[in-house]
């Protein structure tokens, strides 16, 4: 259990006990005091002001929750698309060299690495497909037109997985379809080949 849910199970204990500690002091204060002027009231006020100050503590508790949430996704959402573009910048350096190095490889093998830290399942199984096309295409160390045509449309379809992992949720909420949105990407990747 979370320290903030164990706080807020404390607020909650705290008021419920006061709430009910509160109207038993009631009844004991009308009875007992109810001859002095005032009492009643001066009670009541205090009680609203710590009744209060508990719910404002539990509220500011959840906002702070949450605010730590949304600012650990940003924080994870940066992570992978700083792979994410490494990666294509990476692909990109090796196509426009025309040749592959035991760096690119080397390179290569430790952005898998990277990717296995922070991508999805689907970019991963995707990632790999582009790798079996990358050795296969590479063999003899040169990338040539035909390669790149090769590796570019694996490229594309790696592309669709990862923006479906950085933006699916926003496609998904703006009712974009994702067929469509696969389509154009692949038919995007494929307007340049000769």
């Excluded at 008021?15 to 009231?41: M, N």
């Excluded at 040539?144 to 992992?165: F, N, P, Q």
Aim: aromatic share 6%; glycine share 4%.
């Amino acid at each position: 259990m979370s320290r903030i849910t164990r706080e807020n199970l404390l607020y909650m204990a705290l008021a419920s006990i006061l709430v009910v500690g509160g109207y038993w002091f009631l009844r004991y204060a009308y009875h007992v005091a109810d001859k002095l002027p005032f009492t009643q009231e001066i009670v009541l006020i205090v009680l609203g002001t710590i009744i209060t100050m508990l719910i404002t503590a539990l509220l500011l508790n959840k906002q702070t929750e949450v605010e730590l949430k949304k600012e650990e996704n940003i924080k994870f959402i940066e992570l992978k698309t700083g792979i994410y573009l490494e990666l294509l910048d990476h692909i990109q350096d090796i196509m426009l060299g025309g040749s592959v190095h035991d760096e690119d490889r080397i390179r290569l093998r430790i952005l898998a690495h990277k990717l296995a830290i922070a991508a999805s399942p689907e970019v991963l199984a995707q990632f790999e497909k582009l790798i079996e096309c990358f050795t296969r295409v590479t063999r003899d160390d040169e990338v040539g037109s035909d390669d790149v045509d090769l590796l570019m449309e694996e490229l594309a379809r790696l592309s669709i997985h990862i923006r479906h992992d950085l933006i699916g949720d926003l496609d998904e909420r703006a009712g974009a379809d994702q067929t469509q949105v696969k389509q154009q990407i692949l038919d995007n990747a494929d307007a340049f080949e000769d």
